[in-house]
């Protein structure tokens, strides 16, 4: 008899038990979903979300100035004419050497005829 009480009494508090849990856990649950809960949540978001692209958008800027001046750099050492301390030795000013990447191609004739062999039409 003993045995059966002290069972039903156990189980009984158990059960008690788990239910408060359980109502604590869904009323928790309704506070979270209540439309001021949400919109503060959604607010804080917002605002890390902002401060995450802002500080990518820095980042990626500071970044593109870092390559772009790194570029201008590698095209200045090769098409740099002259000698270092800013005095044109070479050609005449209007004159550029044979084989510089800014020569133009102006001064080269036209050809009357395409090269290669054309294609017949069937």
Known sequence: MFKRITWMGTGMAIGAGGAFWAK???ESAMDRYLPDQVADRA???ARKVGRTVRAAATE???AMRDREHELRGQVDARTFVG?????RSGPASGERPAGSRRSSRSGLPLRATPVGRRRSRR
Do not use: F, H, M, Y
């Open 43 to 45: 607010a804080t978001q």
């Open 83 to 87: 000698s270092r301390d800013g005095t």
């Open 24 to 26: 604590r856990r869904v």
């Open 60 to 62: 990626g800027r500071q």
